[in-house]
């Protein structure tokens, strides 16, 4: 859940619900408006989405890696932009009147390879017990994990949008050069025309669900293998 300020103090926040009853598109991600007094004033936006897949046994829901998920950001004039990536298409709404724009942009799909898979599964930690009492951690997803996750044969289009104080619109892609895929970014003006692709310098963190730009820089809070949280400033080059 996201949630962000508007200038004139009302308050946007991203919800997900799941229906166990519904397999296709168990997921329903809404992004609503609310009041300064956090009164719901209505619905900007509603996806359905198959971002986890809801299993009884245990019941839980497991994650599906690379699926198009909404991505969104709000602009320093109040203007909420939001992509769902399944094809490179960004939305732009007033909170109130509803959608001003739409832009999309051409580009490659890249496949998910079996590196990713890996990536993917070692995230996962497993606490083990023994016999006598002690445990140990296990790296790797249980069979119930690994038995119920579908992997497409391609990345969706982005994977997170920004916007930065000059109202530009940043989204990150996914790139056959896994080295190079964490440094770039597409910038469109809040138009939607396309200015550049964007290099960060240094060794960007990703995903950058909770970066922000300011000041010719992206700053962002990153985790360590010990899950401690720093934040790092980084530099933006043209």
Known sequence: MQIRGLPGGQIIIEIEKT???????????????????????????????????????PRVVVPQPFNPMVHWDVSPEGKVVIGFSAKYEIEVFDPLDGKLLSFSHKYTPVKVNNKDKVDHFSK???????????????????????????????????????????????????????D????????????????????????????????KIHKNHLWQIETDEEGFHTVVKYRISN
Request: a neutral charge.
């Open 180 to 211: 190079e895929e964490n440094r770039y970014f597409d910038v469109f003006d809040k138009e939607g025309q396309f200015i550049n692709h964007v290099r960060i310098l240094g060794e960007a963190g990703f995903p950058f669900f909770k970066a």
């Open 124 to 178: 996962f930690q497993v606490r083990e017990f023994k016999a006598d009492g002690s445990s140990r951690i296990r790296i790797g997803a249980p069979d119930y994990i690994a038995n119920n996750t579908e992997f497409p044969k391609f990345k969706p289009a982005f994977n997170s949008i920004l916007i930065d104080p000059e109202e530009n619109i940043w989204v990150h892609t996914y790139k056959e050069n896994r």
């Open 19 to 57: 229906d166990f009853s519904n397999q296709k598109y168990p997921q329903e991600c809404r992004i609503d408006l609310y009041s300064s007094d956090m009164e719901f004033i209505k619905t900007i936006y509603s996806r359905r989405l198959y971002r986890a897949k809801p299993i009884m046994k």
